[in-house]
């Protein structure tokens, strides 16, 4: 075969190889690779290979291509040619183009669908959870308890709440939900939000040593939800407080951060977790690995949180169990108008499997041709 013919077969093939390979990605995401962001960017790098593949695929066989030295060949320059003469640079093309397409894939390309913006109804939420110390206190739960420990380790109080608050996250369909902790000082753990999945994933991290927990600033705490809710522009607002103490820390008084709710609009709903009287708190491990468990009281103040729910509109709760920590949040919800607002929501897709198929395909291809149609005999 004449070197042009050749060469033209080459471009001939890559053209209808590539087409090919790339119809499935391209019909089924069209325009949208414009705007993909490829999270192993480096892996692009095995791009660099395709020539020398190439290369190597096509023209690098009449290198390693077994000889014979013969008196003349001019009987055979004559001879019938057949298909494999014309189809002998095919699996080279595809070998090249599975390995470009396999890159790709390995590159693993994102799309990052444009933000829809939705009506739902819904309540916008903020949880202040207590991190001080005596969420230490053991909260014997139920049997219907979802919370399982180690053997030997009784649920905690902050093991029961964080139990409690995953499955009311997991129940809300379109309200903005956000966490706020406190100890010593409060923290905004996430605004509200609708990214449910999100907020799970950062109360089942919540553990006591994470921020200071010597005291108890509900004011503070009660504030910072306050300001988070304060642009809000939905009609019902509510901050829904889990504690176990009394306020004793702070730069905010309680009372004060109850004020600064009624002037957003914000009722305060006050869950109390136990009803002080002395409770076991593991205060090490005994010698055969086990928990040890001493008495311990830690002071609440019911008044201060009924205070808190009066003046705002909201409802004070007391919960001993796991039970009753579910009610009390469900109860709240039941309370609150529905309002409609406006969220904002985007998609992300991996895109990866659009190269992966095709590439794979071109590769089981370049197998069959070298094993049947190109197969040799020595």
């Not at 414009?34 to 290979?49: D, P």
């Amino acid at each position: 075969m004449k070197g042009a013919a050749r060469a033209a077969l080459l471009v001939f093939f890559t053209l209808v190889v590539g087409a090919a390979g790339l119809a499935y990605p391209l019909v089924e995401r069209q325009w949208e690779w414009l705007s993909v962001s490829w999270q192993n960017r480096w892996l692009l790098l095995f791009l660099v290979s395709v020539p020398f593949v190439f290369w190597r695929g096509t023209y690098g066989e009449d290198e390693r291509t077994p000889r014979l030295r013969m008196g003349t060949v001019a009987p055979l320059a004559a001879g019938p040619r057949g298909l494999r003469a014309w189809l002998r640079d095919l699996p080279g093309v595809v070998r090249t183009l599975a390995i470009a397409l396999l890159a790709l894939a390995m590159a693993r390309p994102v799309s990052a669908s444009r933000p829809d913006t939705e009506s739902e109804s819904g309540i916008d939420i903020i949880l202040v959870l207590d991190l001080s110390g005596s969420m230490r206190a053991v909260f014997d739960a139920p049997e219907t308890a979802p919370h399982v420990g180690p053997i030997g380790k009784r649920p905690t109080r902050l093991d029961t709440a964080k139990d409690v608050i995953r499955d009311f996250i997991s129940r809300r369909k379109t309200d903005r939900i956000g966490v706020v902790v406190f100890g010593k000082s409060a923290y905004v753990l996430s605004p509200p939000t609708l990214d449910y999945h999100l907020l799970d994933l950062l109360v089942d991290k919540m553990s006591l040593e994470v921020i200071d927990g010597t005291a108890t600033a509900i004011g503070d705490a009660v504030g910072v939800a306050v300001a988070r809710l304060r642009r809000s522009d939905a009609r019902s607002k509510a901050v829904v407080l889990l504690t176990d103490g009394d306020s004793n820390a702070g730069s905010i008084a309680p009372e004060y951060a109850g004020h600064l709710a009624t002037v957003v609009g914000a009722k305060i709903y006050t869950i109390q977790i136990g009803n002080g009287d002395e409770v076991d708190v593991q205060d090490g491990i005994d010698l055969f690995g086990q928990p040890h468990y001493a008495r311990a009281r830690y002071p609440v103040n019911p008044a201060l949180l009924k205070r808190l729910a009066a003046d705002t509109g909201g409802e004070a709760y007391v919960a001993t169990d796991a039970r009753a920590l579910t009610a009390s949040m469900h109860d709240v919800l039941n309370r609150l108008e529905k309002t409609r607002f406006e969220a904002s929501t985007a998609s992300f897709e991996d895109l990866f499997p659009l190269f992966l198929l095709p590439g794979v395909a071109l590769v089981a291809l370049d197998a069959l041709l070298r094993a049947w149609v190109m197969r040799r005999f020595p």
